[in-house]
């Protein structure tokens, strides 16, 4: 009973890998795509690539960047409008959020002082 070991090369291991985590197929069906022999040489590169999924999804995305060279003044200028339009509404948001944050502190102290109860919390309550 011989085995025959296939030898795959770094570039091979790291694109199968890749494309496992691309494109969301399951073990057996991407081990079927590439013709490896068995389960276990998939899950070995799975492992041995786990540290660098980040990396590996980041290089699948370069093709944004064409997107992005296939773009019109006009269409850049149409996404700075709206980019800063929902700046101005971000910082409004903001704005209003720590305004209705100091009114409730405010409330809190008037509240505190009229009914001559701590309501605030202790910082080192458990």
Sequence with gaps: MSRN???YSEEFKLSVVRDYYASG???YACRRKYHLNSDATLLYWLRKYESEK???SLQSESSNDNDMANRSKDEFLEENVQ???RIRDLEKALEFSRMETLARDMMIDKAEKYFDIPIRKK???K
Excluded: C, E, N, P
């Design 54 to 56: 980040v990396s590996l």
């Design 83 to 85: 980019l800063k339009k």
């Design 123 to 125: 910082s080192g309550a």
């Design 5 to 7: 070991h296939q030898f």
């Design 25 to 27: 197929m399951t073990k």
